[in-house]
Structure formats: structure tokens, C-alpha cells
């Protein structure tokens, strides 16, 4: 019996061993297939980021290959780089700021958290100073929204003072009581503040880093080569990366004197304008030896304008002999300023600007105006060639 069935046990054995095989065929490309579609299919991206955009991490680029494409042989350039998965990205705790990293919710925007300081200014309705406020005196707005503010402070505390002399050939008449002015306003300033002195034409020039030797700054201030055109914009972003880069001091001040409208720079009013507006970017105070010649209005716009964006003043004095009353108004100006410190409710990004309001109410006052910055580029950093000496 077990011999006669034997040869049909065989055949049975063989067509289930090919029905088997064949399945298994017919399986496995559809199986390779499906795993195929699923790895082209787009990374899905926040609405805000613009899929086009070079400076894309690589591994956030929607994958758009066809079915049929192969990946690409790696270059020179990539050659021996091993290929971006989700291990490899960082983790939010370590992405720099400002980069847009995956974490386990999806993608997110690493933002600055971090306190910001406004030098304040406050007047009165008769432009005098007001330095009796106190915290509940202040409210601070970004992008429109209200602020908590952590700490008011109102101290004459020392600070880094970049002084900027036009240095052009219309300067030369009037330099004498220009040095005078600003030597009674560093004396009348706090007795540690740090200062240097940039004079400039075509170009700034870097005549006295910080010090606080007024011996010093007489000599850099007298240093007379009165020729050439006006590079105030140079000027202005070569001082304020300086005071960025070497200044010992938390608060910074910059004061530009100067008879006549910028004709020598490479960069424009709008570029350094921006080029002062980081978080803890200079005051800025102006006066313009501008006489009452029509052509002027350019010149005094500009002065204007890097005082206003930045919480100064704009002097312009109708003769040569009220410089000097000016220069000791800005020492006293400074030195009677508060300091509010908070923490943005909405962190910015890295690069974002951030538009800031101050205001001020207290009961004995009508109108109280308050000076302050416009705004600022969250951890914005300049580059500079800095200045010649």
C-alpha cells in the first residue's frame, strides 16, 4: 500500500511546493513597490517655510524623485558624507538659534529667550527730564502686544561713548569749538565712562580707542586734517560694530557731529540704521551744524532718523556757539535715564526685528513722552572691516 501511493504523493507534493514559489514571486514585488512610494512621498513642511528657500536643511527638502529614478552618484562635494535620517538631526536643545529642527510633534523654530534692555528717556509735557517713576509707571510693547516687565531701574551708571567729528574740508572753521563742546561733554559725564574718538571724511578713522584720559582726547580731537567729502554712514555702522566688539561697558551711546549731508559712503542711511538696531545697540545723539540752507534737508532727515530709531536726540544749533550748551544737555540726558529690562512673551527668532513701544503714566503728570529704541534684529551681527588708525 505505502508503495503504490507513493508515486502520487510526489506529484501532489510537487504542484504545492510550485504554488508556493509562485505566490511568493508574485508577492514581493508588490510589497517593494509599496515601500518604494512611501519613501517619495514630500516631507510635510510648516506653512512659513518657503520649500525653495537654498539655505533649506537638507533633510527638511521635499523628496520629489519619480518611481523610476535611481539616487544620484555622490560628487566631490558629498562624496563620503553619510546620508541625513532622523537621527542625525539635533536635537532642540543644541540647534542653533533661529534653525528650524524636527522634534517629536513635528518641525519647530528655535527661538531667543532672553531679556531685553531698553535705555529709557523720559520728559514732560515743558521737555523737561521726569526721573521719578517707578515700575507700575512703565508699559512695553512688542509687535503691539504688552510685555511683563521684570526690573525698572533709573542710576548713573557709567557708559561706552563713541564721540564721531565730521573731519571734511567744510569742518575746518569750525573744529576749534566742536573739540571744545565735546571735552565739556565728556566732563560733565560720569567719571567712568569709557570713550573713543573717531574722526572722519572719505572714510572713519579710529584716532582714540576707550580710555577715559581727557589728556588723550584733547589730542585725538585736535588732530585737524579737515579735506575731502562726508562718509557719515561708514561712519555710523564702523562705530557702532566697534562699540559692539570692545565696549566694557552694558549701556552705549554714540554722539556724530557734523555740518553737512553724507556724500562718501558705500552704505546707504537705511543700511545704518539697521546696523544699530540689535538688542543692545548704541543711543544715538545728533547735532547738525547745518545753517539754514535749503540743500540741508537731506542732512538733517538723516540725523534725525538715526536718532529717532535709536531713542537720542537730534540737535541742530542755529550758530556754533549753542554746541556747546548741546553737548553738556546730551551728558545730562544720559546720565538721567532708566533702564527697563523684560522677557519677550513670543521669543523672536535669530534675525527677526521686533518693533518696541514704551509709555509712561503717573499721577501729576499730563503728557509724559518717552524716548527710547523703535525696535531691534533679535542676536543680529554685524561684520566690519572695522577702522584704520
Known amino acids: 500500500m505505502h ?11 510537487c504542484l504545492l511546493f510550485c504554488i508556493l514559489v509562485a505566490g511568493s514571486a ?4 508588490q510589497a517593494s513597490q509599496g515601500q518604494h512610494n512611501q519613501s517619495v512621498q514630500p516631507t510635510p513642511l510648516p506653512p512659513d517655510v518657503d520649500a525653495s528657500d537654498p539655505a533649506l536643511p537638507v533633510w527638511m527638502r521635499p523628496a520629489n524623485p519619480s518611481p523610476s529614478a535611481t539616487p544620484p552618484a555622490p560628487t566631490s562635494k558629498n562624496a563620503g558624507t553619510p546620508a541625513t535620517s532622523d537621527t542625525d538631526i539635533v536635537p532642540s536643545s543644541k540647534a542653533p538659534t533661529g ?3 524636527k522634534g517629536k510633534s513635528g518641525y519647530e523654530m528655535i527661538k531667543r529667550v532672553q531679556n531685553i ?3 529709557v528717556t523720559v520728559v514732560d509735557d515743558r521737555r523737561r527730564l521726569v526721573t521719578n517713576l517707578t515700575r507700575r509707571d512703565f508699559e512695553v510693547y512688542e509687535k503691539g502686544e504688552p510685555q511683563e516687565i521684570i526690573d525698572v531701574r533709573r542710576e548713573d551708571v557709567p557708559v561706552s561713548i563713541g564721540i564721531l ?3 571734511s574740508g567744510s569742518m575746518r572753521e569750525k573744529r576749534q569749538k566742536v573739540s571744545t563742546a565735546v571735552l565739556n561733554l565728556i566732563k560733565a ?3 567712568g565712562d569709557e570713550v573713543f574718538i573717531v574722526n572722519f571724511n572719505d572714510e572713519p578713522y579710529l584716532d582714540l580707542d576707550f580710555t577715559n584720559n581727557l589728556a588723550q582726547m584733547h589730542e585725538a580731537l585736535d588732530r585737524l586734517d579737515s579735506r575731502g567729502g562726508t562718509a557719515l554712514y561708514d561712519a555710523v555702522i564702523a562705530s557702532s560694530d566697534h562699540l559692539s566688539k570692545a565696549a566694557k561697558k552694558e549701556k552705549k551711546v554714540l554722539l556724530v557731529v557734523t555740518d553737512g549731508e553724507d556724500n562718501e559712503s558705500r552704505d546707504s542711511l537705511e543700511q545704518a540704521i539697521r546696523a544699530v538696531q540689535d538688542e543692545n545697540g548704541p543711543m544715538i545723539y545728533t547735532i547738525g551744524i547745518l545753517g539754514s540752507e535749503g540743500k540741508q534737508h537731506r542732512a538733517k532727515r538723516a540725523l534725525e532718523a538715526l536718532s529717532l530709531q535709536t531713542g537720542g536726540v537730534a540737535f541742530f544749533p542755529k550758530n556754533l556757539d549753542e554746541v556747546d550748551a548741546i553737548s553738556q544737555q546730551v551728558a545730562h540726558d544720559i546720565r538721567n535715564q532708566y533702564t527697563i529690562v523684560y522677557k519677550p512673551s513670543d521669543p523672536p527668532a535669530e534675525g527677526e526685528f521686533r518693533p518696541v513701544k514704551v509709555v509712561a503714566h503717573a499721577s501729576g503728570y499730563r503728557d509724559l513722552v518717552v524716548r527710547t529704541k523703535s525696535g531691534y534684529f533679535a542676536g543680529q551681527q554685524r561684520a566690519s572691516a572695522g577702522m584704520p588708525k
Open 189 to 191: 559725564s560720569n567719571p
Open 3 to 13: 508503495l503504490h501511493n507513493k508515486p502520487a504523493f510526489t506529484v501532489i507534493f
Open 165 to 167: 567729528v565730521d573731519n
Open 99 to 101: 534653525q528650524v529642527i
Open 26 to 29: 508574485f508577492a514581493r514585488p
Open 117 to 119: 534692555m531698553l535705555p
